[in-house]
């Protein structure tokens, strides 16, 4: 018989919360800790670097005239509430994914921008992916640039991490890999000819030179699940913030790149 | 949504400084070789011609082809003659057309 | 790609040399390789760049960018991000304003991400 995931999450989850920390020996050291950046080769380098010819600055010019545009009923735009983002929403993303406590589970920087547009502006929610809501996230996020990643581990985000690194160190999918056999046990190493990195979203949402276009974490970690010959996690399964939570947790410590640019 | 344009020129320039003018704007630049998901091939859609003048005259103008990636970057120079105005016209496929401009100061 | 030189020059001779050719010799993915091009001259009503021409060898189609510059540039330079279908040679051709070509050329090595995305 083979448990459901949701229960095998929790026995997981129940027997962490008697350890003290979510930390275990397969970790990466903090000293060893490096962003996907470093993967790259210089001129991939140069493009993120570069505000005048990085891609992903598109969108961020995008999401600042979104952040300003009027919406819903009342009227209200994300600057209604929120003033100018680069005071307001300084070091947000850096923590994020976050606890929600009226949903009692975290919620994800594109969740909690959808949040708000349906329950404070009360117009329509942004699909996943599409240009507006990454440009909004894009924005959001990009002004935390250089700011270290630094989500919550407390009570009540211990159970989460824990799901979170379960289903990242569980061997799935038809080949039966684990994202840590590659990105905990290998990284550095190379795979059909390209360098493995940590796998730290330090710079999402993400311009991707295989996408041609910015892309979301979660469209990132689709890739990931596909490529592994696993069953990928739908847009709004509790799952995938959970995982994004453990990954934004192992990379603590990373400065946030928003856009970056990536291979 | 329109297309968004980025361009970057040198805050302040002196008279005759050569100077870089950068050029980004988003466009998918789709080749007209891919293949969509139900095996069609996903039709041409670029831009095919970029100028850019100053002061009225044009001193940068280039064709693109489908080889050009994505949310095309240009970069080139010019002689930062005088203070002014710096057009940037980008036209192609699908009656595309967009414009931006910026001001250069010389000192 | 040789035809689409020949369409370029016509009869002259297209001879080695002021061109300098910068692109990645190993690129990560094919669709946004950085490539520069830079042309050794004056830059003077006399004697100057006209353009400068990119042209590849195995994508679908021969012709990568042509750009028209004259005095006006101060400096031969462009710079700009292609499209690569495969490892394969690529060539600049510079048009200079006393009718000679001059040109350089690199061979890149193509390489794609190991992880390819589902289509939807």
């Known amino acids: ?263 | 949504m329109t297309a968004r344009a980025l361009i970057s020129v040198p805050p302040k320039t002196k008279r005759g400084e050569v100077v870089e003018i950068k050029a980004l704007i988003s466009h998918p630049m789709e080749s007209g070789y891919r293949v969509g998901p139900n095996g069609t091939r996903i039709p041409r859609d670029i831009i095919r011609e970029f100028a850019c003048t100053y002061n009225g005259e044009e001193i940068f103008r280039a064709e693109l082809s489908p080889a050009i990636a994505a949310n095309p970057f240009l970069s080139f120079c010019t002689i930062a003659t005088e203070s002014g105005t710096l057009a940037f016209r980008w036209s192609g496929d699908n009656g595309f057309a967009a414009t931006e401009t910026a001001e250069i100061t010389v000192e | 790609m040789q035809e689409a030189i020949r369409a370029i020059i016509g009869e002259a001779e297209l001879r080695q040399g002021k061109v300098a050719l910068d692109i990645p010799s190993l690129v990560e993915n094919g669709n946004a390789v950085p490539l520069s091009v830079s042309v050794d001259s004056p830059m003077s009503p006399a004697d100057h760049v006209k353009a400068i021409h990119v042209v590849n060898e195995k994508n679908p189609q021969p012709r990568v960018i042509s750009v028209a510059l004259g005095p006006r540039a101060g400096r031969a330079r462009l710079a700009t991000r292609i499209k690569l279908a495969d490892s394969q040679k690529i060539v600049a051709v510079a048009e200079m304003s006393d009718g000679s070509f001059w040109s350089a050329s690199a061979d890149v090595i193509v390489t794609l991400a190991a992880c390819v995305e589902d289509l939807q």
């Open chain 1, 1 to 263: 018989m083979i448990l459901p995931r949701r229960f095998c999450g929790w026995l997981t989850a129940a027997a962490t919360l008697l350890a003290s920390s979510v930390a275990a020996a397969a970790d990466i050291p903090a000293a060893e800790r490096r962003s996907g950046y470093e993967f790259m080769g210089r001129e991939t380098r140069a493009m993120q670097d570069d505000d005048a010819a990085n891609p992903g600055m598109l969108s961020v010019l995008d999401g600042e005239a979104l952040w300003r545009r009027a919406e819903g009923p009342a009227g209200k735009s994300c600057a209604s509430c929120h003033g100018e983002a680069h005071a307001s929403m300084r070091s947000v993303a850096a923590r994020y994914p976050a606890f929600d406590t009226a949903r009692g589970r975290p919620v994800d920087l594109e969740g909690r921008i959808n949040l708000c547009r349906t329950e404070r502006q009360e117009g329509p929610a942004l699909a996943y992916e599409s240009r507006e809501l990454l440009a909004l996230t894009a924005y959001v996020a990009y002004q935390s640039r250089g700011q270290p990643i630094a989500v919550a581990e407390d009570p009540k985000t211990r159970p989460f991490l824990a799901a979170g690194r379960e289903i990242f160190e569980r061997r799935q999918g038809q080949l039966n890999l684990s994202c840590a056999q590659c990105h905990d046990d290998n990284w550095g190493q190379r795979l059909a000819g390209v360098p493995i990195p940590q796998a730290h979203p330090t710079g999402y949402p993400v311009y991707r030179l295989e996408w041609q276009s910015l892309g979301s974490l979660q469209r990132r970690l689709r890739n990931c699940f596909v490529g592994m010959r696993a069953e990928p996690y739908p847009n709004d399964a509790p799952e995938i913030v959970e995982l994004e939570l453990y990954l934004a947790w192992r990379a603590r410590g990373l400065p946030i790149e928003t856009p970056a640019v990536r291979p």
